[in-house]
């Protein structure tokens, strides 16, 4: 489907940004200011680090949280699984999500929710505006936020009023919760 070159560019980049965090963790944080055009390239699609310094501390605590998260957080722990040649994202599988039928918003829109961003204490997202200042950035197609979500378990854990699996309505209407009195006698006919 994807020719082996796009499959080696994508992975290297996971890799590398993988490699940063390893050299992150292990010099207290330091290395994301020895990186910072790397960084801010990663996370603001802009080169000039310079005007992002004041997000840099923000990013190593989430990092530390993230971790955290891992560890002590089995339902946080079983979500994440991208493979490292996957294509970089810039929203769920369509063939899986679908939008929920309550959503009243653009598709490509989240309206006022940030509950996946809260959820996780993001320190990328403008509280005044409710916007993501990571938004389509290289970190957010390569990983998390620009293949969210992707299963059932991520819409329940961030309460996401915009999203569900593409056979929830099927199962609703298996639930005998959902089944009317009518409905059981056909069934058990």
């Not at 944080?29 to 960084?39: Q, R």
């Not at 990663?42 to 005007?51: G, I, P, Q, S, V």
């Not at 994440?80 to 490509?108: F, H, V």
């Not at 809260?118 to 620009?146: A, E, M, Q």
Request: some cysteine.
């Amino acid at each position: 489907m994807y020719s082996m070159s796009r499959k080696i560019k994508w992975a290297s980049i996971r890799i590398f940004y993988y490699l940063n965090i390893a050299m992150t963790i292990l010099t207290g944080g330091l290395f994301i200011y020895i990186m910072a055009p790397y960084t801010s390239y990663m996370f603001f699609n802009d080169l000039a680090f310079w005007k992002y310094l004041k997000y840099y501390p923000g990013l190593i605590r989430q990092l530390y949280r993230i971790i955290a998260f891992w560890i002590f957080d089995p339902n946080y722990r079983g979500m994440y699984a991208q493979p490292l040649t996957s294509p970089p994202s810039i929203g769920p599988d369509r063939n899986k999500i679908k939008l929920s039928a309550e959503w009243q918003k653009e598709e490509n829109d989240c309206g006022n929710c940030i509950n996946c961003c809260i959820k996780i204490k993001c320190p990328l997202i403008d509280h005044d505006r409710n916007l993501c200042l990571s938004y389509n950035t290289v970190y957010w197609r390569y990983f998390s936020c620009g293949c969210y979500p992707v299963s059932q378990q991520q819409i329940d854990y961030y309460d996401c009023p915009k999203w569900e699996m593409e056979g929830k309505r099927l199962e609703k209407k298996l639930d005998p919760r959902y089944i009317s009195n009518a409905d059981t006698q056909k069934i058990s006919n």
